[in-house]
């Protein structure tokens, strides 16, 4: 249904958007596609804004025109028509055409060839536990920034253990609840390398605004390098890691693995950003945040380590910034 | 009968329906008081609600704002929600029916004056014990739906004052629907047979009968929701057998109807007043009142299409798109029944008329957005963004506030006495036309750029920054035309003495 047309007209109204707010980079945008399923229901978006607008123009034309406009005498035979017309006619044929086509939009799930790349996403208050399955049948599991290769039908398997979420890449598609007591799968594939941005976009507490996650499509081999770096166990120890407690909660793969409670920070230096999207990955940002996590996320199930001294909140930040 | 015995006959009746004074007059059931109690109630409401969402406007004028902490934005937004729905949208019909149903129908009063300050009492005392929450920092937080587990196990006592609180306006609701029905059935004036009620009691009917099916499923929502958070039964909690899915279902069968239930009266006040200053009878009355039937009999089959994401075969997807799709034709009808009978009439441009132009220029508006988010696979990008945000304000400004608006205009002469300014609702109106525009169009963009709903802040430099500013701007402009609305009543309570009611 894309004709030309319509990608002109999303064309250019896009471009006109992005020069009123400034040019930014709409890495979460839902029109500004980076997938299959986003570049198909962006243009039905588009197509469905110019079909609204016409319909709302000729209806208010013809309202105006009634009220304001000098009018011949009408039968009662005519408003007659008007109502089978436009009240019963004209949206029964639109709509009927409108769900024929939308609805062929529908994806199809559980569809039962396998999908190339499977990832679990486990939503939690706030933020994501991934699990990457591989080709023996074993999971990888990171947290909070999603490696995907491109044009790869990836499945999510989408579950919760507390609160309802959902998971949402606007640039690659649609979003999908994660509710506790069920599994659901969602089906995206990526068509554009680059970086964009997911969100939990049902309402999850306090901190469900900062809830997000950086989406990285890879090109060529880059996704394989990534996950085979991925793959290995952590590249150094730490004492101040260890000797503050960190382990209790998260796994750093060859190091500690008895708690699992927050998320895994095996590889944590390689990600770009700290708390589920929140703050940029900096050493900065990261004593702030072991200093005083609930302050910057509030609700966050990680403790102030504010009573730790300065010098070992710095060594731990160091450590981590470190496991690339 | 001789003319002392008229007299005494006319003193006796007067003294029956005379209004009690003092301290009595808390205890009057006359239905053109009561009336007003509940609309001037009701209104108090919607103002207080209005300024709850100005706060939230003000902390999302600007990204990582930290005007109000995640906490209170929480309570603020649950707490618009609530009040606007439960105790402005649905007890605004209730109240403008009780004050203006009887004379329609050619009757004193409603067959049960009682139940109707019954109901007026439990209203009250329901909504300022849940309005009052907030100023204690333990209003609801878990949005309006209140999904569990996030409101049976994470809310404070927030989630019980909801539920509480709600009880009594279920209450209100349901005395309200058997008070009209009834009033529509049994009070006509001799010789108006159904076929001849004015069309707002037909759609007071309609109305009334939606809401005995539509708030049960509520109502049993809320014991289970009650009796797991106070004596932890597990109906939603799934460690135990429960199901999370069971309350989205509970609440939407009620909560879909009740977008009808809210958008059905006022379409009525429509077809009273378009016809008046059309100078003659609507067009299509047999069409009107059937496809208002019609609305009602679809409205209980699409309550599916608020849970589009919850992981649904897609079957049902497709079925309740469908029917999604299939409510916006009697929609359709009833407006085109409007434009008809001012395209045969000749118009009087007045205050009322303003307004109900500005109600179909917005409501089309959010029915169209309707028809984009009930095609499902939209709806996965637009479902809980403010796509939805502007859309659902569409669908209840215009399909609600302004023809609510058109009613204060051309029923207040009836209810007081005395007319309304015109300079003044010419003010009001452009301030609320423009200014609500200004703050709704651009939520359309700002939802598919990626903006969530329900988040108390946002990053910079994902490209929504100005839009949001935007919509702030507007709403200021919006809430300005209360102001004016509220300088128009006092002016005419000022006039000289007029009828009195």
Redesign the interface.
């Given at each position: 249904m894309p004709s030309i047309l319509h990608r002109t007209i999303a064309l250019s109204l896009a471009t006109g958007?992005?020069l009123?707010?400034?040019g930014?980079?709409?890495?979460?945008?839902?029109?500004h596609p980076a997938g299959r399923?986003?570049s198909?229901?962006?243009a039905?978006?588009w197509f469905?804004?110019a079909a609204?607008v016409v319909?709302?123009a000729i209806?208010?034309g013809?309202?105006?025109y009634?009220?304001?406009g000098k009018?011949k005498p009408?039968s009662?035979r005519?408003?007659?028509r008007?109502?089978i017309g436009?009240?019963?006619a004209?949206?029964?044929i639109g709509?009927a055409i409108?769900?024929v086509f939308?609805?062929s939009?529908?994806?199809?799930w559980t569809s039962a060839d396998t999908p190339d790349l499977r990832v679990h996403v486990r939503a939690e208050q706030f933020w994501w536990r991934l699990g990457y399955e591989q080709a023996d049948g074993s999971v990888v599991e990171t947290a909070n920034e999603l490696h995907l290769p491109n044009d790869a039908t990836v499945e999510f398997v989408?579950s919760s253990t507390?609160?309802?979420h959902?998971f949402?890449i606007?640039a690659l598609?649609?979003?999908?609840?994660a509710?506790?007591?069920?599994t659901?799968?969602l089906r995206l594939t990526p068509t554009k390398p680059g970086t964009y941005?997911g969100?939990?976009?049902?309402?999850?507490?306090?901190?469900?605004?900062?809830m997000a996650f950086p989406v990285v499509v890879h090109e060529g081999s880059g996704f394989t390098e990534w996950m085979e770096q991925q793959r290995q166990p952590a590249s150094a120890r730490s004492d101040a890691f260890l000797g503050a407690g960190c382990g209790g909660c998260h796994v750093v793969r060859g190091v500690s693995e008895a708690g699992s409670v927050g998320p895994d920070l095996t590889h944590f230096g390689s990600r770009s950003t700290i708390g589920a999207g929140t703050l940029a990955n900096t050493r900065e940002n990261l004593i702030a945040w072991i200093t005083t996590p609930g302050h910057i996320k509030?609700?966050v199930g990680m403790p102030s380590f504010m009573s730790l001294p300065e010098a070992e909140r710095a060594a731990i930040a160091d450590y981590l910034m470190e496991l690339r | 009968m001789t003319p002392d015995e008229k007299a005494a006959e006319t003193r006796q009746l007067e003294q029956v329906w005379a209004q009690p004074r003092g301290w009595r007059a808390f205890s009057d059931v006359n239905n053109s008081t009561v009336g007003l109690w509940y609309i001037a109630t009701a209104f108090a409401f919607m103002l207080f609600a209005g300024a709850l969402a100005l706060i939230i406007r003000l902390q999302l004028a600007v990204p990582e704002n930290d005007l109000v902490p995640a906490e209170t934005f929480n309570q603020l937004f649950t707490l618009h929600g609530t009040v606007m729905m439960f105790l402005f949208a649905v007890p605004i019909f209730e109240a403008v029916a009780i004050l203006i149903l009887p004379a329609m129908l050619g009757a004193r009063d409603l067959p049960f004056p009682r139940l109707s300050a019954f109901g007026y009492w439990c209203f009250l005392i329901g909504g300022v014990f849940v309005s009052s929450s907030i100023f204690f920092g333990q209003a609801p937080d878990a949005g309006w739906f209140m999904y569990p587990p996030l409101s049976t196990e994470q809310s404070g006592i927030g989630a019980d004052i909801w539920l509480l609180g709600l009880s009594f306006i279920e209450v209100a609701s349901i005395a309200a629907a058997v008070e009209l029905i009834v009033g529509v059935l049994k009070c006509r004036a001799p010789g108006m047979h159904i076929n001849l009620t004015p069309l707002y009691g037909w759609y007071v009917l309609i109305v009334g009968a939606m809401i005995l099916f539509a708030f049960p499923p509520l109502i049993a929502g809320d014991l289970l929701f009650e009796l797991e958070r106070l004596l932890d039964w597990p109906f939603f909690d799934v460690t135990r057998g429960g199901d999370p899915i069971l309350w989205q279902h509970l609440f939407w069968i009620f909560g879909h109807p009740e977008v009808y239930i809210i958008f059905l009266p006022a379409i009525a006040l429509l077809a009273m007043i378009v016809p008046t200053f059309a100078q003659r009878p609507i067009a299509g009355y047999s069409w009107i009142v059937l496809s208002a039937l019609g609305t009602g009999f679809l409205s209980f089959g699409l309550w599916v299409h608020h849970m589009f994401t919850t992981g649904l075969p897609s079957i049902s997807l497709g079925f309740f798109a469908a029917a999604s799709e299939a409510v916006a034709i009697p929609t359709g009808i009833q407006i085109f029944a409007f434009i008809a009978t001012v395209m045969l009439g000749t118009v009087i441009r007045s205050v009322p008329m303003l307004y109900c132009l500005g109600a179909l220029a917005i409501f089309i508006v959010g029915g169209l957005t309707g028809v984009m988010v009930a095609v499902a696979p939209f709806d996965f990008q637009a479902h809980d963004t403010y796509f939805i945000v502007a859309h659902l304000h569409y669908v209840l400004i215009g399909g609600m506030l302004f023809p609510v608006m058109a009613g204060v205009h051309y029923y207040y002469p009836f209810a007081r006495g005395k007319m309304l300014s015109r300079t003044l609702g010419i003010w009001s109106f452009w301030l609320m036309f423009i200014g609500f525009n200004v703050a709704f169009l651009p939520m359309h963009l700002t939802g598919l750029l990626g903006m969530p709903r329900r988040v108390f802040t946002y990053p910079a430099g994902l490209g929504f920054e100005w839009l949001n500013l935007i919509s702030t701007v507007g709403a200021f402009v919006f809430a300005g035309g209360f102001p004016a609305l509220c300088v128009g009543l006092r002016a005419a309570q000022a006039q000289g003495a007029g009828r009195t009611a």
């Open positions: 958007i992005s009123l707010v400034g930014c980079l709409f890495e979460q945008s839902a029109l399923d986003a198909e229901l962006s039905l978006a469905m804004f609204a319909v709302w209806v208010m013809a309202t105006i009634a009220v304001l009018k009408r009662e005519f408003a007659d008007l109502i436009g009240g019963v004209f949206p029964t709509l409108l769900l939308g609805l939009l529908l994806p199809s989408l507390d609160v309802i959902s949402w606007p598609g649609g979003k999908m609840d509710i506790p007591g069920r659901n799968q941005r969100v939990c976009a049902e309402f999850c507490g306090p901190s469900h605004a900062l509030p609700g | -």
